[in-house]
């Protein structure tokens, strides 16, 4: 179509608002808060059609209004599905998680990223790069490996500086035995382009890891099966192990201003990393929360949720059943050194949360 074809298009359409130009329109629309734009959707097709366009997003980062959301893969018990939800706050002030219906399911056992306002899926056999203003999906195009063709039972992305690396375990025999070696695929998210594939053939650590973090342009993976903390630096190609990290069972946890926060279950604390430091410590502040709530928790996810700030997800009891809860925190470094965290709000995210699995909690921009 040619572009004075659609710009009589555009012209022969009525506007958004009668009496006002669109671009006006755009601008009033940009300046309200996103946590509104489901209810926005409902008014008219034409609204719907201008929430899903990244005219509207573009205009909100000119103006420089974004947002900090939350989404969880939660898998259904029954049915198997892994579905996204966002965690959304209703008019009554109180945080839900929704369903995206727009989303596909995506296998339980993919491993997920983010970047800027789009979330970076890898499962079994494709992988999938969503755009989580206007919740759609599409494929990754000229992935340099299929896993079908050479296996990555366990994997983990992450992301530096708009770079995604997506770290794989590959097995592989030789005359003693059976070992695995590290397979590092690197996509520019900017440019949608791969770069060479990257292998380290003497990484003998074990198939699986439990969670993946990034702190100071590091890439820490952590263990399932072992007590490895295994430390990759891009810049440098080099791996190391690191002690330190070791002495945790740091599991669903995130990092913010380069320090990683993970729920200890079985102490009942919020413990924090300071790479800086190479120590663990404690955050105050929560002992009395933490030790009520989370008494039956035996998993919990932590997720970045804005500047010095982190939302909790957890399963608890609840007038006798089930609830998958959140709770946002915010954080305070003090005079010493010492984190101190302030829970600002705390609700019933998931009714029904014996039927469902946090699976991993992403944090975008948009």
Not at 72 to 79: K, W
Not at 90 to 115: D, E
Not at 226 to 234: C, L, T
């Amino acid at each position: 179509m040619s572009e004075n074809m659609e710009q009589f298009l555009e012209l022969s359409v009525s506007p958004l608002i009668p009496s006002l130009p669109d671009d006006v329109t755009v601008d009033i629309v940009a300046r309200v808060p996103r946590s509104h734009y489901p209810t926005l959707s409902l008014v008219s097709k034409k609204f719907r059609k201008l929430i899903a366009s990244p005219k509207l997003y573009k205009r909100r980062s000119q103006l420089g209004i974004t947002q900090h959301r939350v989404y969880a893969l939660l898998r259904n018990r029954d049915t198997g599905d892994c579905r996204f939800y966002i965690l959304h706050r209703k008019l009554n002030s109180s945080n839900r998680l929704v369903i995206v219906r727009s989303l596909p399911p995506v296998s339980y056992r993919g491993s997920f990223v983010s970047v800027g306002s789009k979330t970076y899926v890898f499962n079994d056999v494709d992988a999938l790069c969503i755009d989580c203003a206007s919740h759609t999906a599409q494929p990754i195009p000229d992935m340099p490996q299929r896993f079908s063709a050479t296996p990555m039972p366990s994997r983990v992305a992450n992301a530096i500086d708009g770079k995604v690396y997506l770290i794989g375990d590959s097995r592989f025999t030789f005359d003693r035995g059976v070992s695995w070696r590290k397979t590092v695929m690197v996509l520019d998210a900017e440019t949608q382009t791969w770069e060479p594939v990257m292998r380290k053939e003497d990484m003998r650590v074990g198939p699986l890891w439990s969670d993946a973090v990034v702190m100071e342009d590091k890439i820490c993976m952590r263990g399932i099966r072992e007590s490895y903390s295994i430390v990759y630096e891009p810049q440098e190609n080099k791996w190391e192990m690191n002690e330190v990290l070791n002495s945790k069972d740091w599991e669903g946890g995130c990092v913010v201003d380069d320090v990683l926060y993970y729920l200890d279950c079985s102490e009942k604390a919020l413990r924090a990393y300071d790479p800086k430091q190479s120590r663990w410590s404690v955050v105050n502040g929560l002992d009395e929360f933490l030790a009520a709530e989370t008494t039956q928790s035996k998993w919990a996810n932590v997720v970045k949720y804005g500047e010095k700030k982190l939302a909790l997800f957890f399963l608890k009891t609840h007038d006798g059943k089930k609830v998958i809860c959140c709770a946002e925190i915010a954080l305070e470094r003090r005079q010493g050194g010492e984190i101190w965290g302030k829970m600002e709000s705390f609700d019933v995210v998931i009714e029904d949360g014996g039927l469902f699995d946090v699976m991993k909690c992403v944090a975008v921009t948009v």
